[in-house]
C-alpha cells in the first residue's frame, strides 16, 4: 500500500516539475520572443541606422570658395591646391616637441610654424587636425610618404588654399580669410548654418571676404562610403557633390585702385572713386595698406606686431572709419542749401572784410583784408570763409542738419562692408543726446558758424563725402554705394545686379545744382586747384578742402615749417568729370598733407586723367615723406562719437578763429 502511494506521489511531483519546466520555458520564449519585436519591430529604425553608421561613413566635400573680380575680370582673390602636413594631437603618443623635432629633418619646419602651432593647438580640439607646415614641395611630400610608417597621427593631406595676387592692393577692400577660431565654431554652431562648414578650416574674417561669407563659401557636399571594422574604405555608396561659391564681380577698377595708391606714396589716407549713374565704387583706397596673404594661414608675431604697432595704422580702413572734418569741401553743399532754401541769391554780393564777428568772438578769412566784394560763384571758386560763416550764422545748426541728412552726411551709406562709422552732422538733438551734463548740452550759437566751412564738430567718413559728392554730380539721384557689382554662378555664369535702382531723389531745383556745378568748374578754371588741372583734355569741377588739426593760438600764424608733423592740416579734394555727363566722382583726403591744392587735388588729377584718358602717371623719384603719427581722434568708435567725454571747445570772448587755407 505503501510502495502503491509514493508511485503516486512521484507521478504527481513528475508532472508539477513538467509543468513548471514548461512554464519557464513558455516564459524565456516570450521574453525572447518580447525581446526580439522590440530589437526588430519597435526599435528597428534605430538600430539599422545605428550599424549603418558603424557601416557607413559620411565625408564631408568642402566647396570651391567663390572668386573675387574687379570690373574688367582681374582676378583679386583665386584658389590653388597644395599638399599640408597636419597632426591630430588625440592620436598621439609621444612628446609633441619631440614628434615636430623629428618631423623637421624630413620637413623644413621653422621656428615660426612651430608658434602658429602652438597657437592653433590652443584654439582647436584634440581630434581635429592641425597643420605644422602647409603648401609642402614635392621633394617633402616624397621624403614624409617614405617614412610615414614612423609617424601615426601624422599625415598630408590636399588643401585648397586662398591667395590674393595683387598683394597689398585694394586689401582693405578684398579683406582676407583665416582658420575658424573657437570663437568662429560657436558662433557657427549656433547658426542654422553651422552644418555647411563640416570639413570647412577657413572662413572669412575682413573685407568682402567676411560681409560675402555665405556665398563666397557655397554649400558642402558629402559621401557615404562604406568602411570595415577597421575604419578601412570599401566603396562609396552614394555622393551629393558640394556647390561651389558665387563670384563676385567688383565694381572697382584694381589699375585705378593701383594708380591711386601709388600716387599716395608714403603719405597717408583715403580715397574713394564712385561712378554716380549706378553707386559703382571704382576705387576704395586706404593708406597705408597691407598684404592679406599673410592672415591666411595665421599671421606671424613679428609681422603682427609690425601691422599692430606701427604709427602709421596700415589695419585700419581709413575710408570706411575714418572721422575728419570736410574743410571746405563742405562749401558746395552749403551753397546749394543756400540756393534751395531762399537764403541767398546767385547774384547776391556780400562784402568781404576777411573776418567775420560774432559777439566777441572774430572768425577770420585765411586771405588778409578778405575778398572784396563776393558772389556765390566767387565764394566757392575762390573758398571765400566769411562768406560761409555769416550763411550758417543765418541758417541754424537744425536747417543745415536737415539739409545735409539726405546727401549722406553723417548717416551709414550701406556700403557692403561692416564696421562702418557714422561721424558726426550736428543738431541741437544731437547734442542732447551726446552729452551728459545740462550745461554741455545746450547747443550755443557761436557752435554754429565754424560749422558754415566744415570745421566745428562736423565730422565724415571719406565714403560719404564721396557719396555726396555723386549725389550732388547725379542731381540729387541717391544710388547705394557698392564694391560688388553683381555676383555670378560659377557653373552657368549667370549674373545679378546687387544694387538695381536707385534709393531715393532728394528735391532739388536744376537750376540751383547747375549753378553749384558751373563754380566748383571755376575753382578748377580759375580758382584754388587751376594749377594742377592746366591742360587737362575734360573739364571737371572740384573743390579744395584744408582741415585744422589743432587750434591756432591768438596773434599766432600757421606755419607749417615750425609744426610737428602730426599737427600739419589734412589736404582734401572733391571732384567730378566730365562736367556734362559725369562718370566719376571723387573725395579724398591725405593726412597733415597740408593745403588742398597742394596734396590732395594732384592724386586726383592723376585719377582722372586715367579714369578718363586712359593716361598713366610718370614715375616721379619724389623723396619719402616723413612718418607721422596718426591722431587717435580719427578713428573713435561709434560709441565715442554718439558719447563724447566732453564737447569740443567753443570759442571764447576775444578769441580769433582762423578759416581754412584752400
Same mark, same amino acid.
Given at each position: 500500500?505503501?510502495?502503491?502511494?509514493?508511485?503516486?506521489?512521484?507521478?504527481?511531483?513528475?508532472?508539477?516539475?513538467?509543468?513548471?519546466?514548461?512554464?519557464f520555458?513558455?516564459?524565456?520564449?516570450s521574453?525572447?520572443?518580447?525581446?526580439f519585436?522590440?530589437?526588430?519591430?519597435?526599435?528597428?529604425?534605430?538600430?539599422?541606422?545605428?550599424?549603418?553608421?558603424?557601416? @557607413?561613413?559620411?565625408?564631408?566635400?568642402?566647396?570651391?570658395?567663390?572668386?573675387?573680380?574687379?570690373?574688367?575680370?582681374?582676378?583679386?582673390?583665386?584658389?590653388?591646391?597644395?599638399?599640408?602636413?597636419?597632426?591630430?594631437?588625440?592620436?598621439?603618443?609621444?612628446?609633441?616637441?619631440?614628434?615636430?623635432?623629428?618631423?623637421?629633418?624630413?620637413?623644413?619646419i621653422?621656428?615660426?610654424?612651430?608658434?602658429?602651432?602652438?597657437?592653433?593647438?590652443?584654439?582647436?580640439?584634440?581630434?581635429?587636425?592641425?597643420? @605644422?607646415?602647409?603648401?609642402?614641395?614635392?621633394?617633402?611630400?616624397?621624403?614624409?610618404?617614405?617614412?610615414r610608417?614612423?609617424?601615426?597621427?601624422?599625415? @598630408?593631406?590636399?588643401?585648397?588654399?586662398?591667395?590674393?595676387?595683387?598683394?597689398?592692393?585694394?586689401?582693405?577692400?578684398?579683406?582676407?580669410?583665416?582658420?575658424?577660431?573657437?570663437?568662429?565654431?560657436?558662433?557657427?554652431?549656433?547658426?542654422?548654418?553651422?552644418?555647411?562648414?563640416n570639413?570647412?578650416?577657413?572662413?572669412?574674417?575682413?573685407?568682402?571676404?567676411?560681409?560675402?561669407?555665405?556665398?563666397?563659401?557655397?554649400?558642402?557636399?558629402?559621401?557615404?562610403?562604406?568602411?570595415?571594422?577597421?575604419?578601412?574604405?570599401?566603396?562609396?555608396?552614394? =555622393?551629393?557633390?558640394?556647390?561651389?561659391?558665387k563670384?563676385?564681380?567688383?565694381?572697382?577698377?584694381?589699375?585705378?585702385?593701383?594708380?591711386?595708391?601709388?600716387?599716395?606714396?608714403?603719405?597717408?589716407?583715403?580715397?574713394?572713386?564712385?561712378?554716380?549713374?549706378?553707386?559703382?565704387?571704382?576705387?576704395?583706397?586706404?593708406?597705408?595698406?597691407?598684404?592679406?596673404?599673410?592672415?591666411?594661414?595665421?599671421?606671424?608675431?613679428?609681422?603682427?606686431?609690425?601691422?599692430?604697432?606701427?604709427e602709421?595704422?596700415?589695419?585700419?580702413? *581709413?575710408?570706411?572709419t575714418?572721422?575728419?572734418?570736410?574743410?571746405?569741401?563742405?562749401?558746395?553743399?552749403?551753397?546749394?542749401?543756400?540756393?534751395?532754401?531762399?537764403?541767398?541769391?546767385?547774384?547776391?554780393?556780400?562784402?568781404?572784410?576777411?573776418?567775420?564777428?560774432?559777439?566777441?568772438?572774430?572768425?577770420?578769412?585765411?586771405?588778409?583784408?578778405?575778398h572784396?566784394?563776393?558772389?556765390?560763384? =566767387?565764394?566757392?571758386?575762390?573758398?571765400?570763409?566769411?562768406?560761409?560763416?555769416?550763411?550758417?550764422?543765418d541758417?541754424?545748426?537744425?536747417?543745415?542738419?536737415?539739409?545735409?541728412?539726405?546727401?549722406?552726411?553723417?548717416?551709414?551709406?550701406?556700403?557692403?562692408?561692416?564696421?562702418?562709422?557714422?561721424?558726426?552732422?550736428?543738431?541741437?538733438e544731437?547734442?542732447r *543726446?551726446?552729452?551728459?551734463?545740462?550745461?554741455?548740452?545746450?547747443?550755443?550759437?557761436?557752435?554754429?558758424?565754424?560749422?558754415?566751412?566744415?570745421?566745428?564738430?562736423?565730422?565724415?567718413?571719406?565714403?560719404?563725402?564721396?557719396?555726396?559728392?555723386?549725389?550732388?554730380?547725379?542731381?540729387?539721384?541717391?544710388?547705394?554705394?557698392?564694391?560688388?557689382?553683381?555676383?555670378?554662378?560659377?557653373?552657368?555664369?549667370?549674373?545679378?545686379?546687387?544694387v538695381?535702382?536707385?534709393?531715393?531723389?532728394?528735391?532739388?531745383?536744376?537750376?540751383?545744382?547747375?549753378?553749384?556745378?558751373?563754380?566748383?568748374?571755376?575753382?578748377?578754371?580759375?580758382?584754388?586747384?587751376?594749377?594742377v588741372?592746366?591742360?587737362?583734355?575734360?573739364?571737371?569741377?572740384?573743390?579744395?578742402?584744408?582741415?585744422?588739426?589743432?587750434?591756432?593760438?591768438?596773434?599766432?600764424?600757421?606755419?607749417?615749417?615750425?609744426?610737428?608733423?602730426?599737427?600739419?592740416?589734412?589736404?582734401?579734394?572733391?571732384?567730378?568729370?566730365?562736367?556734362?555727363?559725369?562718370?566719376?566722382?571723387?573725395?579724398i583726403?591725405?593726412?597733415?598733407?597740408?593745403?588742398?591744392?597742394?596734396a590732395?587735388?594732384?592724386?586726383v588729377r592723376?585719377?582722372?586723367?586715367?579714369?578718363?584718358?586712359?593716361?598713366?602717371?610718370v614715375?616721379?623719384?619724389?623723396?619719402?615723406?616723413?612718418?607721422?603719427?596718426?591722431?587717435?581722434?580719427?578713428?573713435?568708435?561709434?560709441?565715442?562719437?554718439?558719447?563724447?567725454?566732453?564737447?569740443?571747445?567753443?570759442?571764447?570772448?576775444?578769441?580769433?578763429?582762423t578759416?581754412?587755407?584752400?
Amino acid at each position: 500500500m505503501n510502495e502503491f502511494k509514493n508511485t503516486e506521489r512521484e507521478i504527481y511531483l513528475f508532472r508539477v516539475r513538467l509543468v513548471v519546466i514548461a512554464l519557464f520555458v513558455l516564459i524565456c520564449f516570450s521574453l525572447l520572443v518580447a525581446r526580439f519585436v522590440w530589437l526588430q519591430v519597435i526599435r528597428h529604425d534605430e538600430y539599422v541606422a545605428a550599424a549603418d553608421e558603424n557601416r @557607413i561613413d559620411i565625408v564631408p566635400i568642402v566647396p570651391n570658395r567663390g572668386l573675387i573680380m574687379d570690373r574688367n575680370g582681374v582676378v583679386l582673390a583665386q584658389n590653388y591646391s597644395a599638399y599640408t602636413l597636419e597632426i591630430t594631437p588625440s592620436k598621439i603618443k609621444q612628446d609633441m616637441d619631440l614628434l615636430i623635432d623629428d618631423l623637421a629633418d624630413l620637413v623644413d619646419i621653422q621656428p615660426k610654424h612651430r608658434k602658429r602651432f602652438r597657437k592653433l593647438l590652443e584654439e582647436s580640439k584634440s581630434f581635429e587636425s592641425i597643420p @605644422i607646415r602647409t603648401r609642402l614641395t614635392d621633394d617633402e611630400v616624397a621624403r614624409f610618404i617614405a617614412q610615414r610608417f614612423r609617424f601615426p597621427g601624422v599625415d @598630408i593631406q590636399a588643401r585648397l588654399f586662398r591667395h590674393y595676387p595683387q598683394g597689398e592692393s585694394a586689401s582693405h577692400v578684398i579683406g582676407y580669410i583665416g582658420r575658424i577660431s573657437q570663437k568662429d565654431a560657436e558662433a557657427l554652431e549656433e547658426s542654422e548654418d553651422g552644418a555647411n562648414y563640416n570639413g570647412t578650416d577657413y572662413i572669412g574674417k575682413e573685407g568682402l571676404e567676411k560681409s560675402y561669407e555665405a556665398m563666397l563659401h557655397g554649400r558642402t557636399g558629402f559621401e557615404q562610403v562604406e568602411v570595415s571594422a577597421g575604419g578601412r574604405a570599401v566603396r562609396t555608396l552614394s =555622393r551629393t557633390p558640394p556647390v561651389s561659391g558665387k563670384n563676385l564681380i567688383l565694381s572697382v577698377d584694381i589699375e585705378l585702385q593701383k594708380i591711386v595708391e601709388e600716387a599716395f606714396g608714403d603719405r597717408r589716407g583715403a580715397l574713394v572713386a564712385i561712378e554716380p549713374k549706378t553707386g559703382d565704387v571704382l576705387a576704395f583706397v586706404s593708406k597705408p595698406t597691407y598684404d592679406p596673404n599673410l592672415f591666411v594661414e595665421g599671421i606671424d608675431q613679428q609681422s603682427w606686431n609690425e601691422l599692430n604697432t606701427s604709427e602709421d595704422r596700415p589695419l585700419l580702413n *581709413r575710408p570706411l572709419t575714418g572721422a575728419y572734418p570736410p574743410g571746405s569741401t563742405y562749401k558746395p553743399f552749403m551753397g546749394l542749401a543756400a540756393l534751395e532754401l531762399g537764403k541767398r541769391t546767385p547774384h547776391q554780393i556780400y562784402a568781404d572784410p576777411g573776418y567775420f564777428t560774432f559777439g566777441n568772438h572774430t572768425f577770420k578769412d585765411d586771405k588778409p583784408g578778405g575778398h572784396g566784394g563776393v558772389d556765390l560763384y =566767387r565764394s566757392i571758386a575762390q573758398s571765400c570763409d566769411t562768406y560761409y560763416y555769416a550763411l550758417a550764422n543765418d541758417m541754424g545748426v537744425d536747417m543745415i542738419h536737415d539739409f545735409m541728412k539726405p546727401f549722406g552726411f553723417g548717416q551709414k551709406t550701406g556700403i557692403d562692408l561692416e564696421h562702418e562709422r557714422t561721424g558726426i552732422l550736428p543738431s541741437t538733438e544731437w547734442k542732447r *543726446r551726446a552729452f551728459k551734463k545740462p550745461q554741455q548740452q545746450r547747443w550755443i550759437p557761436g557752435d554754429t558758424i565754424s560749422l558754415g566751412i566744415g570745421q566745428g564738430q562736423n565730422t565724415f567718413t571719406p565714403l560719404q563725402m564721396a557719396h555726396a559728392m555723386a549725389t550732388l554730380a547725379n542731381n540729387g539721384v541717391v544710388m547705394k554705394p557698392h564694391l560688388v557689382k553683381m555676383t555670378e554662378d560659377p557653373v552657368s555664369h549667370q549674373r545679378e545686379l546687387t544694387v538695381p535702382k536707385e534709393s531715393y531723389r532728394i528735391p532739388l531745383k536744376q537750376e540751383n545744382i547747375d549753378i553749384i556745378k558751373n563754380a566748383m568748374v571755376g575753382v578748377v578754371r580759375e580758382g584754388t586747384s587751376a594749377r594742377v588741372f592746366a591742360g587737362a583734355e575734360y573739364v571737371s569741377g572740384g573743390k579744395t578742402g584744408t582741415a585744422q588739426v589743432i587750434s591756432i593760438k591768438k596773434g599766432e600764424k600757421y606755419d607749417a615749417k615750425r609744426m610737428a608733423a602730426r599737427h600739419l592740416d589734412h589736404s582734401l579734394y572733391i571732384a567730378f568729370a566730365p562736367v556734362d555727363q559725369p562718370k566719376i566722382a571723387v573725395a579724398i583726403i591725405v593726412e597733415n598733407g597740408g593745403f588742398g591744392a597742394e596734396a590732395a587735388a594732384p592724386i586726383v588729377r592723376k585719377a582722372l586723367d586715367y579714369y578718363l584718358l586712359g593716361k598713366r602717371p610718370v614715375k616721379e623719384n619724389r623723396e619719402p615723406q616723413p612718418k607721422v603719427q596718426s591722431d587717435p581722434a580719427l578713428f573713435r568708435s561709434d560709441q565715442e562719437l554718439k558719447n563724447p567725454a566732453e564737447p569740443p571747445p567753443s570759442p571764447k570772448p576775444g578769441e580769433e578763429t582762423t578759416g581754412n587755407k584752400d
